[in-house]
């Protein structure tokens, strides 16, 4: 398996201000992350692939301006969530694999954010 | 576009009835198929891979299955503690790692 960590667990923030998630590897360097979210009885919806040392891939739908992802060390992906609407509030998951071998992906916490 | 349909939506079993959960996929190229389990509030985690048709895998009370064109989770005398959320993923050669995920059955073990 794998320890991945996210931070925060949960946050809270008003319309219209920026909320930065973290998300890292515990055990492993991950050239590769994944931001999912997920909605209430809803499955994982993959967001992007966040490449360390190079820009992110977004999924089709998905407001590159409006969530920002860096992937600036090999153990380190940040996603934030700008000029955050109500319509943002969700449960956001990251996922890493490793570079070789299996294909699996091992899944952060996640972080709930409400924005009001 | 790669499709993952789980059934059922939901499972209610009493402790000790033995049930399955299937996922029906279609990929074009499936360089595996992943199952999760996903208790309330918190991330999947990491249960199997399956890489081809006739492989099986096991884990305590589950046992996943897949073929050509489905995976079957079978519990086996379930516990309480195996209540959860059981998401299916696929993952195809052409898609860079990418797993795309079925909509999940939620099973409820009552003692």
């Known amino acids: 398996g794998a320890v991945v960590s996210q931070h925060p667990s949960w946050v809270i923030c008003k319309s219209g201000t920026s909320v930065k998630i973290e998300c890292r590897s515990l055990d492993f360097q991950a050239t590769t992350m994944f931001w999912y979210r997920q909605f209430p009885k809803q499955s994982l919806m993959l967001m992007a692939t966040s490449n360390e040392g190079s820009k992110a891939t977004y999924e089709q739908g998905v407001e590159k301006d409006k969530f920002l992802i860096n992937h600036a060390s090999l153990t380190l992906s940040t996603l934030t969530v700008t000029s955050a609407h109500p319509e943002d509030s969700s449960f956001y998951i990251c996922?890493?694999?490793?570079?070789?071998?299996?294909?699996?992906?091992?899944f952060g916490p996640g972080t709930r954010l409400t924005v009001t | 576009e790669d499709q993952v349909t789980q059934s059922p939506e939901a499972l209610r079993l009493q402790e000790g009835e033995s049930s399955s959960l299937n996922c029906s996929y279609t990929?074009?190229?499936?360089?595996?198929l992943f199952w999760y389990r996903q208790d309330p509030g918190k991330g999947p985690e990491f249960l199997f891979t399956?890489?081809?048709a006739g492989e099986e895998k096991e884990k305590e009370r589950l046992k996943a299955t897949l073929t050509k064109k489905e995976s079957f989770l079978h519990i086996t005398a379930p516990k309480p503690e195996d209540s959860a959320t059981y998401l299916c993923?696929?993952?195809?050669?052409?898609?860079?790692?990418?797993?795309?995920f079925g909509a999940g059955t939620t099973v409820t073990v009552r003692a």
């Open positions: 399956l890489y081809s």
């Open positions: 990929v074009s190229g499936l360089r595996g």
């Open positions: 993923a696929v993952q195809a050669f052409a898609n860079d790692y990418k797993l795309s």
């Open positions: 996922s890493t694999r490793h570079d070789w071998g299996s294909y699996e992906q091992y």
